[in-house]
């Protein structure tokens, strides 16, 4: 066993050193050997336990007695851990792959594949937005009445929800995906702005009313505030100038936005949303499985292609 | 010493760590007049010996013919065609086993301690003519028993026998073992490979038939070696290898063979190595024997004094280092010896030899897997064996 363990260590040392390439050979001599039930002929393993005890007697007799008295014992343990770290680098890089993540869908915590962790931060939503745990379990559209929402019909059975915030950068960063996903797979797509920052709270009513007054125009807006410059949705006077240039009357999105119904039904939608437990933007629901996070269009895609 | 010293490249290589060589009984450095030796020959003179006429081809004969007067000299050998230049003491001794008159019931005798070189060719030469191989053991203490022998050697034909072990360094007593075969009609054949580098040998005062010996055991290059015979004794044999340069002219039907040296030389010799082998016996004479002992037991002595207190070292041969030449051999029970020669190097960049030797025969019947062996020779310091021993006090603590 430790043949294979020296022939993967010395063959990656191999790449930058011709003495690990020599005993690469050497190791992959014995394992050929000992795949074969013949016995090990060059003495490899001695050698490289000669190595390591010299190494060990300068620094500690007792370091190198133990390891010489439980050489056998200490190289299982070894290959125990090199065995269980390339279980978790291989179930890491897969779950990177299909999951924007080394942990898992949604999961935090360190990737060496996504040391920032781009892919899972989210504008978390304040404190006064919900008391439900955030916890990747919860997220849900159960009883979510997404009819409340904007929506574009699609041609196929699959259904993207995407619950954003205008002002938040990993919404908008996922933006661009989501609309390529929707666009390949003429999936049914609904859109739902959570103001995950306070200051964007007006912007629900705003997009609203210009949906209600204007139907199936309020998708160029709406990805124009996604894809513009952001003082649209900081700048008051900005965002009446891109209404404007969307051929919106100001007048009419103001009164909409100022009656009560608009109000309750805007307020009904966060209800709605806040059903959904989410706990930051984005928050992406394809085919009823949630994305927390901006994630690679790989990720989104291979829900809808995976075949299990 | 130090004068001696200088003289070998490898004791004055640029390095950090300069090496430790104790492994001279496997082979012996060599000093730069003998590769400057074989050098000269390549760069002046790289021509045939004994068959071209021109200069060059006269210069190499010349250059050969003397280095087989200094080896003849070196064996005080009374005549310079007892001399045959062979690759190695191996080749020596099966060139003996194949040639010497064997018939079914004849019988070999060997020691307990014999080389593989000096032991399969026997067993060989039994297995093919049906002949008897019998064993001298040697006393507890690894010496040579002589009562033993003598109870043995009435009705051999062949005595053959290493001089020096390689195992243990012990000495046989050459001179009584021949005195008392030739009274009972047996050849004597001493493998010398090991005793030649260190103790005088001379051919007549011990009235030896046949000595074999090995030139990179003695400041000389690998490939050569010397076959001794009696000049009587080697013009009986018939060779084993012919063709060119061992025969005086041939017709389609018949050949006529060439006086020893030449009809055991067949083909282009190893003229280099020749040459070299030359200039090694030189300078091993110039050293002298009585310098080299004295140096070799001085190392022997510390070493053992030094390592024998280590309860799990087992000395192979007698305690007294007198008795060991320059040769400290021992074995850990329970311990891959391997491991502590490849620890040694790792660790204090000493070289000694590991395993068994090629005397698997001795091993095997006492049930040691392997020993680790020490062998010093002239040029070797006390330094470096304080070196040797405390590294392996070091290391003998892992057990």
């Given at each position: 066993?430790?043949?294979?363990?020296?022939?993967?260590?010395?063959?990656?040392?191999?790449?930058?050193?011709a003495t690990h390439r020599e005993l690469a050979w050497e190791a992959l001599d014995c394992v050929t050997r000992r795949v074969t039930l013949r016995p090990c002929t060059s003495g490899f393993k001695e050698k490289v336990k000669s190595k390591v005890l010299a190494v060990l007697l300068n620094r500690s007799v007792f370091a190198a007695r133990v390891f010489n008295r439980h050489f056998e014992l200490v190289s299982w343990v070894f290959i125990i851990l090199i065995i269980l770290s390339t279980v978790y680098v291989v179930k890491g890089a897969y779950n990177f792959y299909f999951y924007a993540s080394c942990n898992g869908l949604n999961q935090s915590g360190f990737c060496a594949f996504d040391p920032s962790g781009e892919h899972n931060k989210v504008t978390e939503l304040s404190s006064t937005c919900g008391i439900v745990p955030k916890e990747e379990s919860n997220l849900t559209l159960e009883g979510v009445e997404v009819s409340l929402f904007p929506s574009i019909p699609g041609t196929s059975d699959d259904t993207v929800v995407f619950i954003g915030c205008y002002d938040c950068e990993f919404t908008r960063?996922?933006?661009?995906?989501?609309?390529?996903?929707?666009?390949?797979?003429?999936?049914?797509?609904?859109?739902?702005?959570?103001?995950?920052?306070?200051?964007?709270?007006?912007?629900?009513?705003?997009?609203?009313?210009?949906?209600?007054?204007?139907?199936?125009?309020?998708?160029?807006?709406?990805?124009?505030?996604?894809?513009?410059?952001?003082?649209?949705?900081?700048?008051?006077?900005?965002?009446?100038?891109?209404?404007?240039?969307?051929?919106?009357?100001?007048?009419?999105?103001?009164?909409?936005?100022?009656?009560?119904?608009?109000?309750?039904?805007?307020?009904?939608?966060?209800?709605?949303?806040?059903?959904?437990?989410?706990?930051?933007?984005?928050?992406?629901?394809?085919?009823?499985?949630?994305?927390?996070?901006?994630?690679?269009?790989?990720?989104?895609?291979?829900?809808?292609?995976?075949?299990? | 010493?130090?004068?001696?010293?200088?003289?070998?490249?490898?004791?004055?290589?640029?390095?950090?760590?300069?090496?430790?060589?104790?492994?001279?009984?496997?082979?012996?450095?060599?000093?730069?007049?003998?590769?400057?030796?074989?050098?000269?020959?390549?760069?002046?003179?790289?021509?045939?010996?004994?068959?071209?006429?021109?200069?060059?081809?006269?210069?190499?004969?010349?250059?050969?013919?003397?280095?087989?007067?200094?080896?003849?000299?070196?064996?005080?050998?009374?005549?310079?065609?007892?001399?045959?230049?062979?690759?190695?003491?191996?080749?020596?001794?099966?060139?003996?086993?194949?040639?010497?008159?064997?018939?079914?019931?004849?019988?070999?005798?060997?020691?307990?301690?014999?080389?593989?070189?000096?032991?399969?060719?026997?067993?060989?030469?039994?297995?093919?003519?049906?002949?008897?191989?019998?064993?001298?053991?040697?006393?507890?203490?690894?010496?040579?028993?002589?009562?033993?022998?003598?109870?043995?050697?009435?009705?051999?034909?062949?005595?053959?026998?290493?001089?020096?072990?390689?195992?243990?360094?012990?000495?046989?007593?050459?001179?009584?073992?021949?005195?008392?075969?030739?009274?009972?009609?047996?050849?004597?054949?001493?493998?010398?490979?090991?005793?030649?580098?260190?103790?005088?040998?001379?051919?007549?005062?011990?009235?030896?038939?046949?000595?074999?010996?090995?030139?990179?055991?003695?400041?000389?290059?690998?490939?050569?070696?010397?076959?001794?015979?009696?000049?009587?004794?080697?013009?009986?044999?018939?060779?084993?290898?012919?063709?060119?340069?061992?025969?005086?002219?041939?017709?389609?039907?018949?050949?006529?063979?060439?006086?020893?040296?030449?009809?055991?030389?067949?083909?282009?010799?190893?003229?280099?190595?020749?040459?070299?082998?030359?200039?090694?016996?030189?300078?091993?004479?110039?050293?002298?024997?009585?310098?080299?002992?004295?140096?070799?037991?001085?190392?022997?002595?510390?070493?053992?004094?030094?390592?024998?207190?280590?309860?799990?070292?087992?000395?192979?041969?007698?305690?007294?280092?007198?008795?060991?030449?320059?040769?400290?051999?021992?074995?850990?029970?329970?311990?891959?010896?391997?491991?502590?020669?490849?620890?040694?190097?790792?660790?204090?960049?000493?070289?000694?030899?590991?395993?068994?030797?090629?005397?698997?025969?001795?091993?095997?019947?006492?049930?040691?897997?392997?020993?680790?062996?020490?062998?010093?020779?002239?040029?070797?310091?006390?330094?470096?064996?304080?070196?040797?021993?405390?590294?392996?006090?070091?290391?003998?603590?892992?057990?």
């Open positions: 066993m430790l043949c294979i363990i020296a022939l993967v260590v010395f063959a990656i040392l191999g790449i930058f050193s960063k996922a933006y661009p995906s989501i609309q390529k996903l929707v666009k390949k797979h003429s999936s049914r797509y609904v859109f739902a702005h959570f103001p995950a920052k306070e200051h964007t709270k007006f912007l629900s009513e705003i997009g609203h009313c210009v949906y209600k007054e204007y139907g199936d125009r309020f998708w160029a807006f709406n990805d124009r505030l996604f894809t513009g410059d952001r003082a649209y949705v900081h700048d008051r006077n900005a965002l009446d100038a891109l209404l404007t240039e969307f051929g919106f009357d100001i007048g009419t999105i103001s009164t909409c936005t100022e009656k009560p119904e608009t109000k309750r039904e805007v307020e009904q939608q966060l209800v709605e949303l806040k059903k959904t437990n989410l706990y930051g933007t984005p928050t992406v629901f394809v085919n009823g499985t949630a994305f927390v996070g901006p994630k690679p269009y790989r990720v989104y895609s291979w829900e809808f292609t995976k075949w299990w | 010493m130090h004068e001696y010293r200088s003289d070998f490249p490898l004791l004055n290589a640029d390095n950090a760590i300069p090496p430790v060589y104790f492994d001279n009984a496997c082979m012996s450095l060599k000093p730069r007049r003998v590769l400057d030796a074989m050098n000269t020959y390549y760069t002046e003179y790289p021509a045939c010996a004994g068959r071209s006429s021109h200069r060059l081809s006269e210069k190499a004969t010349q250059k050969v013919t003397e280095a087989r007067k200094h080896v003849a000299r070196f064996l005080n050998s009374s005549r310079e065609e007892e001399v045959v230049f062979v690759r190695n003491t191996t080749e020596a001794i099966n060139l003996l086993a194949y040639s010497l008159n064997l018939a079914p019931g004849d019988r070999i005798l060997t020691s307990d301690k014999e080389h593989n070189s000096n032991l399969v060719p026997w067993q060989i030469a039994c297995e093919r003519r049906g002949a008897v191989h019998s064993i001298v053991r040697s006393r507890e203490d690894g010496t040579f028993d002589l009562e033993a022998f003598r109870t043995l050697v009435p009705g051999a034909k062949i005595v053959s026998m290493v001089h020096t072990s390689n195992l243990d360094g012990v000495s046989i007593p050459a001179k009584d073992i021949i005195k008392i075969a030739h009274e009972h009609g047996a050849l004597v054949i001493l493998d010398a490979a090991q005793s030649a580098p260190h103790q005088k040998i001379d051919v007549q005062d011990l009235d030896v038939d046949f000595v074999a010996l090995s030139g990179h055991k003695m400041l000389g290059p690998t490939g050569t070696g010397v076959l001794y015979g009696k000049y009587e004794l080697l013009q009986g044999l018939q060779p084993f290898l012919t063709g060119g340069d061992t025969v005086e002219y041939t017709t389609y039907e018949k050949h006529v063979m060439l006086p020893t040296p030449e009809k055991f030389e067949a083909g282009l010799q190893d003229y280099a190595g020749i040459i070299g082998l030359g200039e090694a016996t030189r300078y091993v004479q110039k050293v002298g024997f009585a310098t080299i002992q004295a140096r070799e037991l001085e190392l022997n002595a510390f070493i053992t004094n030094e390592l024998k207190v280590i309860p799990a070292i087992r000395i192979i041969g007698p305690q007294d280092p007198a008795l060991r030449s320059g040769i400290f051999n021992f074995y850990m029970p329970g311990v891959n010896m391997h491991q502590i020669a490849l620890m040694l190097d790792e660790t204090a960049q000493v070289m000694i030899r590991s395993g068994q030797h090629c005397v698997h025969s001795w091993f095997k019947d006492r049930g040691i897997e392997n020993s680790a062996r020490i062998s010093v020779y002239f040029y070797n310091t006390v330094e470096e064996a304080k070196r040797c021993v405390d590294a392996l006090k070091k290391i003998s603590l892992l057990f």
